[in-house]
């Protein structure tokens, strides 16, 4: 999953990043509703999280904006405005929720989580392929109802080869829900990630494989 933060508050910005990532998300992180609109405009992100107090213009401005696309991502309203009246504009121009400062880091990534799991959102409760099950909330993988423990980034690729099962996820689509803007992944990093991925998979009997489709990307296939 793939996470964009709308914040100008450094601070801020900075644990609310840390908290996504350590949750399992790439995050991009920009201060400005003109980096938000450029960052929007080049990426697919799966969810926005936006402060209305920003330095260039009112964050309302990218809510509209959003709007108007025919498919965008949820989005959560970041702000101090803590008035009826501005959750209320805030619900009405289209954020799909609402949280106001001082908030807890575990509610917000939580709520971000539960805007996910609506119809049609980025995140499913449980997916299943054969024998292997990843709870998408816990972040918990299981084969055979054994636990088999995996890294950040292993996790990540199983996640998003289960949601396109027997379809080819491409190598730099892998890399774009990976990693965000400003890292700078080796050119080897996916294949060794899926590397020790598909090496715990033989381990734990999982029946579903991985397989490479050579300077294309990969797929799960199961049985």
Known sequence: MRLLIVEDERRIAELTADAFRAAGFAVDGVATVADGEAAIAA??????VLDLGLPDRDGMS???????KPERPPVLVLTARDAVEDRVAG?????????VKPFAM?????????????????????????????????RD??????????????????????????????????EE????????????????HVHHLRRKLMEAHANCAIHTVRGVGYFLESG
């Open 177 to 192: 829900k990976l990693y965000g803007m400003g890292e700078e992944p080796a050119s080897n990093a996916v294949p060794v």
């Open 43 to 48: 990426t697919a992100y799966d969810a926005v």
């Open 91 to 99: 619900l009405d121009a289209g954020a799909d929720d609402y949280l």
């Open 62 to 68: 990218l809510l509209a904006d959003l709007g108007r």
């Open 141 to 174: 993988v299981q084969v055979a109802g054994q636990t088999v423990p995996l890294a950040r980034h292993e996790l990540a690729i199983l996640e998003h080869l289960m949601r396109r099962l027997g379809r080819v996820a491409p190598k730099t689509v892998l």
């Open 106 to 138: 575990v509610e917000l990534v939580a709520r971000v989580r539960a805007l996910l799991r609506r119809p049609g959102g980025a995140l499913g409760l449980r997916l299943e392929a054969g024998n292997v099950v990843l709870d998408t909330v816990g």
